[in-house]
T-cell receptor, first 113, second 113 residues
Framework: EAGVAQSPRYKIIEKRQSVAFWCNPI?????LYWYQQILGQGPKLLIQ????????DSQLPKDRFSAERLKGVDSTLKIQPAKLEDSAVYLC???????????FGNGTRLTVT | GENVEQHPSTLSVQEGDSAVIKCTYS??????FPWYKQELGKRPQLIID???NVGEKKDQRIAVTLNKTAKHFSLHITETQPEDSAVYFC????????????WGAGTKLIIKP
């Protein structure tokens, strides 16, 4: 079984620039999550999709972050404009359904300078 | 809402000894408790999970125990090996959290040779 695919692995941008991350979940997984993990901390949920609908985006900073999951498969997360405090690893995860075990991708390490 | 506390934040044990990490949760309606292992620079990986209808679950050197009355669950690693060195995260979820995982802050486990 192929795992959760994410790209890019690393990204360095200057503050106020924009950036986008891509995620392809495990085939057949209806639920997709984007997490932000700051160094030394646990993952923080940004947004959860069930198929192509948003289940929870209460912790997504909507003034600068956006995410979509068109067609209920791949997803993109965008930051525009980036701030220094956005430096973190952005993890995508998927699960068969809500309440099922999560499978994480390798993440994208973002550095904002 | 649910709150998960994890202790200790750092645990150092001699190779071959046992390690125990404990988490407490606040929402009595939580019914799913996974443990994730995250090695340095890598993604979190599910190592074991338990549901509220079970008191204990084992998988080789790893076990998880759940005390619903006291609202705490623990990860037990026996005969620790150098490759057990990592950060371990507990989490809890249930109907009242819309089945979203509420994460502990993590425990850095150091195995001394």
């Amino acid at each position: 079984e192929a795992g959760v695919a994410q790209s890019p692995r690393y990204k360095i941008i200057e503050k106020r620039q924009s950036v986008a991350f891509w995620c392809n979940p495990i085939s057949g997984h209806a639920t997709l999550y984007w997490y932000q993990q700051i160094l030394g901390q646990g993952p923080k949920l940004l947004i959860q999709f069930q198929n192509n609908g948003v289940v929870d985006d209460s912790q997504l900073p909507k003034d600068r972050f956006s995410a979509e999951r068109l067609k209920g498969v791949d997803s993109t997360l965008k930051i525009q404009p980036a701030k220094l405090e956005d430096s973190a690893v952005y993890l995508c995860a998927s699960s068969l359904e809500t309440g099922s075990p999560l499978h994480f991708g390798n993440g994208t390490r973002l550095t904002v300078t | 809402g649910e709150n998960v506390e994890q202790h200790p934040s750092t645990l150092s044990v001699q190779e071959g000894d046992s390690a125990v990490i404990k988490c407490t949760y606040s929402d009595s309606a939580s019914n799913y408790f996974p443990w994730y292992k995250q090695e340095l620079g890598k993604r979190p990986q599910l190592i074991i999970d338990i549901r509220s209808n079970v008191g204990e679950k084992k998988d080789q050197r790893i076990a998880v125990t759940l005390n619903k009355t006291a609202k705490h669950f623990s990860l037990h690693i026996t005969e620790t090996q150098p490759e057990d060195s990592a950060v371990y995260f507990c989490a809890a979820s249930g109907r009242d959290s819309n089945y979203q995982l509420i994460w502990g802050a993590g425990t850095k486990l150091i195995i001394k040779p």
